[in-house]
Each structure stands twice: as structure tokens, then as C-alpha cells.
């Protein structure tokens, strides 16, 4: 573990922007923001009266019939993420977003943490009206636990294992876990806090009966590897709070940008997927992406009505750019569709891509990736391909290697396939290449 991680989260980010921007709420308006059949976050007042995050709508609105619903939309939300990253980046030279209210950064620099987190504070307070909260450490695992800690974990042991940092105003922004104090203080929580592993291993532990993080520590490493195989030796290093990835700079922002105009507007989801399975192609080829694994993602869709629809997708465990980017755009793209906020025929396209280095991304890919339970698993065959892909265009030019949609098909190719019970799009390009027998 090297260096000085910190993790910030930011409680009522949702409603705050929602009090700021919506004209329909006031500041002592009773709302709740709900994505699918959950409450993501709600209103000061709603949760006076009873409201709490993670509740079902229909339960929320038994115990408060006058809850204004507000449907979560991410293009509503993530221009004043982005703008919060922007500013922990002049703190930090990297900057890490797990989504709209997380992020890790990069401490290691920074000559006074309390203070310049202090600062950042007051630019997020004045920015949405809501403070964030802080845990630092040595691991992002035990940095990301740290801030948002359960309430009933706040212990006299607890203020014993942390150093609480105060504002110049006397207020606790956040706490650090005391060097070599990692281990004890994980003990107690409940073995779910492990974030990094997959929910298929963390139910896994649950059917063994392991409920607290002590539990795991006290099976021992050898006990672990017996059950789990190479995967047991990862989870025990969990337990006691080591882990050994490091923070990919997504902000500073620095990413390659790939656009199309149609010629007439376009509005036929097949049209405007091969445009962006096109796009994709393009950025793939980029060289100043060649052996990057991508962190975020962007589409945005110009309308002839003036009007632009944009979805992104900021990434927990990076993909490889060729392995993933298309994955992505499409599921960018269906998602736009889906949720029904394109009323109008688009003019015009763009893909833009943010990204790290994939050796930079630590996360045990080569040890992890035989195992079922790995949480990199898919990562670590993304960066495998991206490299030979890489390595391949390099020795033999950019146009030699290129992705299955894009294979041009000869008469005799179509016959092999028909032959051989695959089905394609009948056309120049194939859209699916799966076996139909």
C-alpha cells in the first residue's frame, strides 16, 4: 500500500441540485429522488418525517402520502458531478469518480491535507449547498469504508483507531485511520463492506456464516486458499485492508473525442448504433489510446430541434478499449432509447472516451484471473487483448485488425455462415455472430 488515499462522498447531493434547479420543489418541499423502485435520496423535511434512502416508493409513500416523487435522470445530475471533480483536481493530481457523488483522490501530494480539503469543502458547500464527507488512507479499500462508516461503528474504538480532521471552523470534514491500525479497525464491520469483491463471493461468505471482517482475519490465509482457491488469498488481504490499486487520473480531464454530422436527420436506433459501433472504430485506432483501459464514457446526440441528449458512464473497474468500448457505446446508446429522452431526429454524434493506463490500474489482474470469484476478471481479458491488438497494429499498421461488426462479407462467407447455422444482418456489415443450433 503506498501513498495517501482519500475517498469523498457527497450525502444529498441529488436533492441539493434538485432544490437548486428545479423550479417545481422549494426548500421545505417534502420530495424524494427514485431511481427505478428505490429512493436514492430525499429532502431535509422528507427525512424528518420519516423518509430514509434505499426504501421501496411504496413504502416511503404509506409512511408520507404527500411525497413529491422526482424521477433521477442522469443528464440532470452529472454536469455539477463533473464540475465537483474539476475541483478536487486542483488539489489533486488525480482524480478518480466512481459515480455522481463518489470519487477517490490522489493525496500523496497535497502538503496539508486538512486544509486543502477544508477549502474544497467550502467550494462544494457554496457550489450544490451540501458538505461532503472524507475518509482517508492507505488503500482505497478502507478509504472508501471510512467515510460513509455505519453509524453504530462509531465507537470509543473507533475514535481510538482514527484522527479526525477539523475544519478551520472547528467541524469534523472527515477522518483518517490511524498508520498500521487497518486491521483492527475493520474487525467489526460486517463482511459486506468488502466493496472490491463481487456480490457472488460476498453471498457466497454470507452462506459460510461469516458476518464480520474478524471472521475472515481469523480463518487465516491458508484456510481461505483451501476454500476458494487463488481467490481466498485476495479476500483474506481484504480483511486486513490491503489493497494495492491506485488512484487512474479520470480527472484531470484528458480524453480523445470522436464526432459525425449526418447529412439529414437521423432517428432509426440501427442507423445511430452503427454510427456509434463506427465511432468506436475510429477511437480505437487513436493512438493516444493505444493500451489505455477506459474509465468513462460519453455519448451525445444533437437534435435537429436544437436540443442535445447525453449519457456517461463512469466505471468502478476499468474495460479494455477494445474489448469494452463497443460494449459500452451501445449500452450508452440503448439507454438513451430506453428511458425515452430523444424526441427528435439527431444531426449529429460524438463519442468521447476518458481513460488510464492499464498497468497503472493495479488490482492482482494476472493472479485473479483464473478464478470465478475475480472481481478483475473481466478486466484482466481486456487488457490481454488490448495488448496483442496493440502490438498487432503496431507491427503490421492500423487497418490490419478491426472489430467482428465491421468484417466485410463475400458471397462465399455468407454461404459458410448459412452452412454452419449463424446468423447475420443481411447487409455489408454484421450486426450478430451467434450460433443458432
Known sequence: MRGIIGHI???????????????????????????????????PEARRKGIRPGMTWQQAYIVCPELVRIEYTPERYSGFADT???????????????????????????????????????????????????GIARS????????????????????????????????????KVVTGGEEEFLKPLPVNLLWPLDEDVLSYLCRLGVGSIGELQRMGQSVLVDMLGEAGYVIYQYSLGMDYSQVSAVFPQNGVTFSKAFDSPVSDWHALSAITSEGASHLME?????????????????????????????????????????????????????????????????????????????????MLFPSRFSPYRVQASDEVMDE???????????????????????RRDKLFLASEGYIYEEGKRIASCCNGR
Not at 441539493?16 to 429512493?39: D, L, P, Q, W, Y
Not at 444533437?302 to 449519457?311: E, P
Open 9 to 43: 462522498w457527497l450525502p444529498g447531493f441529488y436533492s441539493s441540485v434538485e432544490m437548486r434547479t428545479n423550479e417545481s420543489v422549494s426548500n421545505g418541499a417534502v420530495f424524494a429522488i427514485v431511481k427505478g423502485h428505490r429512493i436514492l435520496d430525499i429532502s
Open 286 to 366: 487513436h493512438q493516444d489510446l493505444a493500451y489505455m483501459a477506459v474509465r468513462r464514457v460519453e455519448i451525445a446526440l444533437k437534435c435537429d430541434n436544437g436540443h442535445t441528449v447525453s449519457c456517461k458512464k463512469h466505471l468502478v473497474k476499468p474495460v479494455g478499449m477494445y474489448g469494452g468500448l463497443q460494449r459500452l457505446c451501445g449500452h450508452l446508446l440503448n439507454e438513451i432509447f430506453v428511458t425515452g429522452h430523444l424526441h427528435a431526429p439527431v444531426e449529429a454524434v460524438s463519442i468521447s472516451v476518458y481513460g488510464s493506463s492499464p498497468k497503472k490500474t493495479g488490482g492482482q489482474i494476472d
Open 140 to 175: 482505497k479499500l478502507v478509504a472508501r469504508i471510512l467515510s460513509g462508516v455505519l453509524p453504530e461503528a462509531r465507537t470509543e474504538r473507533f475514535l481510538r483507531l482514527t484522527e479526525h480532521m477539523i475544519s478551520s471552523e472547528g467541524k469534523s470534514i472527515g477522518a
Open 388 to 410: 496483442v491488438i496493440c502490438k498487432v497494429r503496431e507491427r503490421f499498421g492500423p487497418g490490419t485488425v478491426f472489430p467482428g461488426r465491421e468484417w466485410k462479407l463475400t
Open 84 to 134: 465537483i471533480w474539476e475541483m478536487c483536481a486542483k488539489y489533486s493530481p488525480a482524480v478518480e469518480p466512481l459515480d455522481e457523488i463518489e470519487a477517490f483522490i490522489e493525496l500523496s501530494f497535497c502538503p496539508n491535507i486538512t486544509s486543502a480539503l477544508d477549502e474544497l469543502s467550502r467550494d462544494v458547500k457554496g457550489f450544490i449547498g451540501a458538505l461532503p464527507s472524507y
